[in-house]
């Protein structure tokens, strides 16, 4: 909660003390007024400077009048405990309001973490700092390992691989070359990348993004539109309402001014449209909760009110329906080696890089007992592999493309790795001395209840579909795994 939101929580709780008090102490008349008028001030006093501030600025009839002209009323004819109720009932419903904004407001902060901070302009061999806003089409910018791409562009020199987690939720990274595209937002891993600029800032993706989000806020529920336009007629009628029921009422009857008087604000405490000022953000911070319990966000008041009328649910594959971790799923070492020695030299090798891949083969090793050995002229080749020397042996690892330079793959290793790719896992190959010594497949593996949540929607009637920026080939393995109707993966 923010201090604004525990001030307001403090409030509550201090005049609802006030209001039980002035309901079971045995008290009439005065006695009760002083006890619930320091109530009703501690937890009204806003709305009636609210509703004070907008009818010097011509704006009447709005909530805050209504509600600062009920209570108020309810207080001149008596009714203390209801004056206070009412108030408490309305801040209690702003105050759930400000809570599922904030939380929704927290979650745009989180993804504002992919705005980059600055761009690296090459200008006559030297680097200067500027802001993405600066870089115009076709200027060259560099782009350090660990650094994040500020614009979209096409790699001009360099070799590396790219997390694109944040902008396409695709678990492994991407390797790219010279004359491949690259995005903005991602984060450089290894190597040194020049990039020429191919759009400006205010139309690069990661802006796109951002901009899409930022503005998701100013949607509102139907309800609440609703709401709105009720409350701009309802609350004159009432008003006006309220001030015949006084005038007419001794008129036409025989009743007292001073009886007319009070039934007219009686009237307007029971037009008070206390539930709608609380139901809509109730109703919203009851869905929000429960689906953050779930893990899930809406991102609209509108995307919550929609979802009971959906017929297509899109699902992201990596974090979704995917752990979003890459782990160890085979182990399979060359003849005349054991699981054993080829985990070791994998282990040996990966220690040293930085790849998710290679944290995933460390782990697995790990969990296996096994001592890393240490590697000496360890290299990175971006895209590629990794090479070192153990035990006065020259070792590999790293994809087909590149072990198949380094040592002959045997054919029944070259048809399981194909048969690995085929089921969504990664293989990678070791050498040691230009042999092949084994292969380990990597795979981001699918969550134990992604199939049956896949499949529990499927018979309410719902069309599965799952999004993934991953190739191809792996999402549509885990597509059938998930069993969803339709895969649209590299987006």
Known sequence: MTKKQKRTLYRILASGLL??????????????????????????????????????????FD?????????????????YPEAVAVMLFYQTGELFQSVAVGRSRRSIA???????????IEENGLLRQVDPEEVAVGDTIVVKAGERIPLDGVVLEGNSSLDTAALTGESLPRAVAPGDPVISGCI???????VRATKVYGESTVARILDLVENASTKKAKVENFITRFARYYTPVVVVAAVLLAVLSPLLTSVSWQEGVHRALIFLVISCPCALGLATP????????????????FKTAVSLEETGKMEIVALDKTGTITNGEPKVTDLIPARGISEHELLTAACGLEQKSEHPLARAVLEYGKEQNIQAPEISDFQALPGNGLSGTWNEDFICGGNYSFISSQAEIPDTLKQQSEELAESGKTPLFFTGNGRIIGMIAVADVMKEDSAQAIR???????????????????AQAIGRQAGVDEVIAGV
Not at 21 to 39: M, S, T, Y
Not at 188 to 194: E, I, P
Not at 282 to 297: C, E, F, R
């Open 19 to 60: 209001f039980l008090l002035g309901l079971l102490l045995p008290l009439e008349g005065a006695g009760k007024l002083f006890i619930l008028l320091p109530a009703y001030a501690i937890i009204g006093w806003d709305v009636l400077w609210k509703a004070a501030r907008n009818i010097i600025n011509g704006q009447v």
């Open 63 to 79: 909530e805050n009048f209504l509600m600062a002209l009920a209570t108020v009323g309810a207080f001149f004819t008596g009714e």
């Open 110 to 120: 989180a993804l504002m973490d992919i705005r980059p901070d600055y761009a690296n």
């Open 188 to 194: 450089n891993q290894s190597g040194l990348l020049r």
């Open 282 to 297: 109730v109703a919203i911070m009851a869905g929000s909760g429960m689906g953050a319990k779930n893990g899930i966000m």
């Open 456 to 474: 529990e929607l499927k018979n309410m009637g719902i069309h599965v579909v799952m999004l993934t920026g991953d190739n191809q080939r792996t």
